[in-house]
Structure formats: structure tokens, C-alpha cells
């Protein structure tokens, strides 16, 4: 075994004499090889491939070959029409209480689920159609679109408007409350096309939409700030885009305000300062 230098030799000596207690080290511990960049299996016992005969594998399960044949196969293209939300456009209901009906029963509205949808309510060319990005978390409990705090707040805002709730168009996007819903997927599915219909047979003199995803559904691209938007094209169902009280005149389009959704407007009391200001100056 290698003997440790004195503290009084030399820095060189004692460097060379760590190194070799090093190397000694390692011989004792049974590592007498040089290393490579090649890898060695240490443990792996030396046999001859021709000796022995290799154990034949075992098949698979027939399921699980299945579950693996399945993933392999390319998936089907989503986009077509009769994947897509409420289907065919061409199927689209084509008046008011039809779609409402629709709305309700169609399975293609939400994945095939039916249950827990709440529809839309109010007359056909009303003179304000409000639009949300869905119904609250309760609403199919009440039975009610809005039955909740927005609800609340949008009945007051109403008031202060001098709007009688039963006048206006109140519709959601969705057809239930979806706790994160994917937006830009289900536009991409269809649902704009669903609520731009929507729009068409309502017919409504105006539209405040509450929510910045309401707008990619209609055909706007989202504005930073709230503002009144250029109209949306009803593809000739709707009424002048003049005054509230006016009266229904020749077929044109419904400008939109945007707003922040409700939710939004009830935790920030300052937005509902802007949607107060922009009203006003909306109705100049």
C-alpha cells in the first residue's frame, strides 16, 4: 500500500504521491481498466448468441393490440360538417322559435350533452340584443338565463337605461355553463356560425356584447379598449341601426358595443363607469 509524504516534503511530492494513493486506491476496489468512450456492461454475463436459443415473444392481448393498432391510425378531420357545431349550416333553423327549440335539443350544440342548457329570451327585433359568453354557474338550477348576480346587475343597468327587461333579446354563446371554455376551438367548430345566425333571426336594432369572446364569434377581431364596433351583418333580417325607440325600417345591419363581461363589471366598479359613458355617447 502506498505510504503518505511527509508535511515537510515538497508541494510536487506530495501531488504525486496522492495521485499514486489515488491509482491505489482504485486497484484495491478492483478497477484495473482502462476507460473509453465506448460503453461496457460490467454485469452482463458472456454468452454465445448460437448456444442458446432466444425465449419466443409473448403475443399481445387482443385488446391491447387493438388500443395500439387504433393509435396508430390518423385521426379523422374534425372540420367537416357533420362534426361540426350545430352541423350543416344549411340545416339551421330559419325562424326565432324554431331556434330556441333548436337550441335546446340539437346534440351537436355542445358534444351530444342536452341536459343543463338554458335558452335565450325576449322578442325578435328588439331594440337591444344582449349578448354574454354563457350562462352562470346556477342558471340551470333556476331554470333562468342570468338567475345570479350578473343577472342582477344587468337588470340594473336596464333600469337605468329605461330599458323594460322583457323588450330586450338576452342570449349566451354557449348553450351551458363550461367552466374554461377553449374560445378559439370551439369558433374554429362552428359556434360563430351558430351565433351570427342567431343574430340574423333575432334581428335586433342593437347589440352590446358583455365579454371580449363574443366578438371573434361575430367577425371581429378583440379591441383593446371597450368602443362601439361596425355592424354585424344579419344577411338582411334586421332593422335600422337608429335610435332605440325608433321604428323597425329597411333591412341593414346592428352596430355593437363591447363591453368587459359582467363578471368583470361586478368585481370593478369603474367599469361600470366606462359602459355608462360609452352608452351615453352611444346614443348620440
Do not use: C, Y
Amino acid at each position: 500500500m502506498h505510504t503518505a509524504p511527509s508535511p515537510s516534503a515538497p508541494i510536487g511530492a506530495q501531488i504525486a504521491s496522492q495521485i499514486a494513493g489515488a491509482l491505489d486506491w482504485w486497484g484495491e476496489a478492483g478497477v484495473d481498466t482502462l476507460f473509453t468512450d465506448e460503453p461496457v456492461t460490467w454485469l452482463a454475463e458472456k454468452r454465445d448468441p448460437a448456444a442458446a436459443p432466444q425465449r419466443a415473444a409473448t403475443p399481445l392481448p387482443a385488446a391491447f393490440a387493438e388500443a395500439i393498432a387504433a393509435a396508430k391510425a390518423p385521426v379523422a378531420d374534425t372540420t367537416e360538417q357533420d362534426a361540426r357545431i350545430g352541423g350543416n349550416t344549411s340545416a339551421f333553423p330559419q325562424d326565432l322559435p324554431a331556434f330556441d327549440a333548436w337550441w335546446l335539443q340539437e346534440p351537436s350544440l355542445d358534444g351530444g350533452h342536452v341536459e343543463g342548457r338554458i335558452a335565450a329570451r325576449g322578442p325578435a327585433q328588439a331594440p337591444l340584443m344582449v349578448l354574454v359568453p354563457q350562462p352562470e354557474d346556477g342558471d340551470a338550477a333556476a331554470g333562468q338565463l342570468l338567475s345570479g348576480p350578473q343577472g342582477a346587475l344587468l337588470r340594473a343597468m336596464l333600469a337605468a337605461m329605461g330599458l323594460a327587461e322583457d323588450t330586450i333579446r338576452l342570449a349566451a354563446a354557449l348553450p351551458r355553463h363550461m367552466p374554461h371554455p377553449d374560445w378559439p376551438a370551439l369558433n374554429a367548430q362552428g359556434l360563430g356560425d351558430v351565433l351570427r345566425h342567431h343574430v340574423a333571426l333575432a334581428a335586433p336594432r342593437r347589440i352590446i356584447a358583455f365579454g371580449g369572446n363574443i366578438l371573434p364569434l361575430l367577425g371581429h377581431n378583440l379591441p383593446q379598449n371597450p368602443a362601439a364596433l361596425p355592424s354585424v351583418n344579419q344577411e338582411g333580417a334586421g332593422n335600422s341601426p337608429g335610435k332605440l325607440d325608433s321604428a323597425p325600417a329597411a333591412p341593414s345591419m346592428a352596430p355593437i358595443m363591447a363591453m368587459p363581461d359582467l363578471a368583470t363589471m361586478l368585481e370593478r366598479p369603474r367599469a361600470k363607469a366606462v359602459f355608462w359613458h360609452q352608452w351615453m355617447n352611444w346614443q348620440n
